[in-house]
């Protein structure tokens, strides 16, 4: 018996010299949903490639649901479902003709099958064009398609490889409520995403993986005490005077500013409070500002808040 529906050790996964995946360790508890936040290419589609047993790691090991995805394959593969970056469903079908054949092939009676599709397609908003050709489809509809699919088995867990990616802000919405719906009856998720708030949103545990290497795991809370909640910007007047305010902010918020090209500091903060210490203390040394802003962070500014580390693209 276990009660973690993933457990990976060690996973590595190299294509000729590039190490893609690391050295990856996971522990997934049943019921929960996991993000797995990085950039493109960081080997987020790689590690879920080797749990869903559709690639073989080349060092290390991972159990579902306490199953061997090496060794106990066939048994792995009843309790997962995936849903690609890319919708692997028939174009000159309709939606309703592609759930029907996803239903036939896991086993359902043409009845059962209707009655499931039926009830995928209401579930996905996508009833009124059950009897369109999914060339007719919008990405957000393909995507809802791809994902009702994936569910037609009740797997137990279920990745969910960029569910939103590309998608306009309203569908990744709708797209989330979807996903916490599928939690709520029981399963277990695992989504990749390149979006801070995307994971900050759904999921109950963030695991960070940078360069094929998990750099943070955590809930979302925990992460974002740990890179800022809000990302503070300024610009001086001077370029002098750069290096003397990155110190300043950088002894004030006790935490590593990062200085672009063009000059502008950018520094994760978790006390906005602390603004107004900052801008006296710029003030008083006589640095002049052109520009102070403060937002959401960025995946870059995460990476670098973590990893110190500001390439976060592998150029090949
Ligand atoms: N089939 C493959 N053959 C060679 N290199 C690959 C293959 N799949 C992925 N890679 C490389 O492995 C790294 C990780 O890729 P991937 O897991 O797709 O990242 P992500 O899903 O986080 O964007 C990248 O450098 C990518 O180019
Ligand atoms: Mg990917």
């Not at 994902?147 to 590309?166: K, M, Q, R, Y």
Request: with cysteine; hydrophobic share 40%; glycine share 8%.
């Amino acid at each position: 018996m276990t009660n973690l529906a993933i457990q990976a050790n060690g996973l590595v996964k190299t294509f000729g010299n590039n190490r893609a995946v690391d050295g990856v360790d996971l522990k997934i508890p049943t019921g929960s949903i996991c993000g797995v936040l990085g950039p493109n290419g960081a080997g987020k589609t790689t590690t879920i490639n080797m749990l869903a047993t559709l690639s073989k790691p080349d060092a290390g090991s991972a159990k579902i649901f306490g199953y061997d995805v090496m060794k106990e394959t066939q048994k792995v593969r009843q309790l997962i479902g995936l849903t690609g970056q890319f919708a692997s469903i028939d174009e000159t079908l309709t939606a309703m003709e592609n759930l029907m054949i996803f239903g036939r092939l896991h086993g359902y009676s043409r009845k059962d099958a209707k009655r499931k599709a039926n009830e995928l397609l209401e579930e996905f908003a996508l009833t009124e064009a059950a009897n369109k050709a999914l060339s007719q489809f919008s990405g957000g509809m393909r995507r809802r398609l791809d994902l009702a699919a994936s569910l037609l088995s009740n797997p137990p867990l279920i990745f969910l490889d960029e569910p939103t990616t590309g998608l306009d802000p309203r569908t990744r919405t709708q797209m989330w409520s979807t996903i916490r719906n599928l939690v709520k009856n029981g399963s277990t998720v695992m989504l990749t995403t390149q979006y801070l708030d995307e994971a900050d949103q759904l999921a109950d545990s963030i695991v960070v993986i940078d360069k094929g290497r998990v750099v943070a795991n955590d809930t979302p809370d925990g992460l974002k005490k740990s890179v800022g909640e809000t990302s503070l910007q300024i610009t001086v007047k001077s370029a002098d005077s750069v290096l003397d305010a990155a110190q300043i902010i950088e002894r004030i918020l006790k935490t590593k500013v990062q200085i672009s090209e063009s000059s502008e500091l950018t520094a994760p903060m978790n006390n906005t409070n602390k603004l107004t210490d900052i801008l006296t203390a710029l003030k008083e040394v006589g640095i002049t500002l052109t520009n102070v802003n403060l937002r959401q962070p960025t995946l870059d500014e995460v990476f670098f808040a973590l990893t110190g580390n500001t390439e976060v693209k592998e150029e090949n």
